[in-house]
């Protein structure tokens, strides 16, 4: 004897209020996706430059290496746009040459006077701090400015 056995199926739709809650699931789950994503961003950016302004604050500007590169595009340049003879380009090079030499001499004399006064200003001010700051004081001036090669403890 052979029996049917009719399985009984579950109903394959959703009734309307079912339907109207995942709908309002799936945009949920959407928002939270784009906002977790704009929070990521917003993360990762701050990171990104904070961390680049860090490093480019505790690096000594090089003003040579930028004079010289610019006083090289004027002296290409100037030849360039005047189609100057090369005579004349190299009159002209010479003398760029020289202003690049006295640029490197004041920047030199500069530099020697700004670190002597920041020499100074710290042991100015060194013993005018109580005993117990003075640790944190050589350690912070240390911190700053050890890099730029103005601060050593004495």
Not at 54 to 66: G, T, V
Request: net charge positive; no cysteine; proline share 3%.
């Amino acid at each position: 004897m052979k029996t049917n056995i009719i399985l009984a199926q579950p109903n394959r739709y959703w009734s309307v209020q079912e339907q109207k809650g995942r709908r309002w699931l799936g945009i949920l789950w959407l928002a939270l996706v784009f906002f977790l994503g704009v929070g990521t961003g917003i993360v990762a950016t701050s990171i990104f430059v904070i961390h680049t302004l860090k490093a480019n604050a505790r690096q000594p500007i090089e003003l040579d290496s930028y004079n010289d590169r610019y006083l090289r595009w004027l002296t290409t340049m100037t030849i360039d746009k005047l189609n100057l003879d090369t005579a004349t380009a190299n009159d002209l090079e010479r003398e760029l040459e020289e202003t690049v030499r006295q640029s490197k001499l004041l920047r030199a004399t500069i530099r020697e006077a700004s670190e002597s006064i920041a020499v100074d200003a710290i042991s100015r001010v060194r013993p005018l701090l109580p005993p117990e700051k003075r640790e944190s004081y050589d350690r912070l001036m240390k911190e700053e400015l050890g890099s730029w090669g103005i601060y050593s403890e004495k």
